[in-house]
């Protein structure tokens, strides 16, 4: 599916709306009925969208009412790739207008600041990192912990990205999320992979303890 076209409005109003007519989805987006009806029969022959049937009506006929549609899940599906692909239509038009930087920071601090509470700043950094996945793992990213080598380092690894999609095409938005796991643990991290950039996982290492410098 393309984004921003009558077609994508007909089925999000129908995702989010539905049931609902064609005279309705008409009167909502400001088309004609026979507009409406074009994509209508679009969608359905796509799979998009089906006839809704209330329970006990088997057949229409005089004084029936009129058909109303809900969409299908992979018209769910078709519409979440529609927003993803405005997403990162976004995220270019921002880069290009000077905005991007601070937009990417603006969200960092977004997550920075729904996710710190649940991390005691004078927990041991085992807790902390295990505390920062748990809240992580509750918006969507699939956070786990694991040892490093050694036994001086703890991996912070996420298994999913709910914007994958545009970190792909924006890694300084994976850059800005490290700068924000820095400032929840108070540590020095670094990125060594990432989802967005090809790997199965993106993975954080992070320093169970400060350095100090030796006495010479």
């Known amino acids: 599916?393309?984004?921003?076209?009558?077609?994508?409005?007909?089925?999000?109003?129908?995702a989010t709306a539905g049931p609902i007519?064609?005279?309705?989805?008409?009167?909502?987006?400001?088309?004609?009925?026979?507009?409406?009806?074009?994509?209508?029969s679009s969608l359905e022959d796509s799979g998009y969208i089906v006839d809704h049937e209330p329970p006990g009506q088997h057949a229409r006929g005089r004084g029936r009412p009129a058909r109303s549609f809900v969409a299908t899940?992979?018209?769910?599906?078709?519409?979440?790739?529609?927003?993803?692909?405005?997403?990162?239509?976004?995220?270019?038009?921002?880069?290009?207008?000077?905005?991007?930087?601070?937009?990417?920071?603006?969200?960092?601090?977004?997550?920075?600041?729904?996710?710190?509470?649940?991390?005691?700043?004078?927990?041991?950094?085992?807790?902390?990192?295990?505390?920062?996945?748990?809240?992580?793992?509750?918006?969507?990213?699939?956070?786990?912990?694991?040892?490093?080598?050694?036994?001086?380092?703890?991996?912070?690894?996420?298994?999913?990205?709910p914007v994958q999609s545009i970190a792909e095409k924006t890694p300084e938005w994976c850059e800005a999320e490290a700068r924000a796991f820095s400032r929840i643990l108070d540590v020095h991290v670094q990125r060594l992979s990432t989802l967005a950039g090809g790997a199965h996982v993106c993975t954080t290492t992070i320093p169970l303890a400060t350095p100090t410098r030796k006495e010479g």
């Open 73 to 161: 899940n992979e018209g769910q599906r078709a519409l979440a790739t529609a927003y993803r692909d405005v997403a990162v239509d976004a995220m270019s038009a921002l880069r290009d207008s000077g905005g991007l930087h601070a937009f990417v920071e603006a969200k960092a601090k977004e997550l920075e600041d729904a996710v710190a509470s649940s991390v005691d700043p004078d927990a041991p950094m085992e807790r902390k990192v295990a505390d920062l996945a748990a809240a992580l793992g509750e918006r969507g990213f699939a956070a786990s912990v694991r040892p490093g080598p050694g036994g001086i380092t703890v991996q912070l690894c996420q298994g999913h990205c």
């Open 1 to 14: 599916m393309h984004a921003d076209t009558t077609r994508d409005r007909v089925l999000s109003l129908i």
């Open 21 to 40: 007519t064609a005279a309705a989805l008409a009167t909502e987006l400001g088309v004609t009925p026979a507009g409406v009806r074009r994509h209508l």
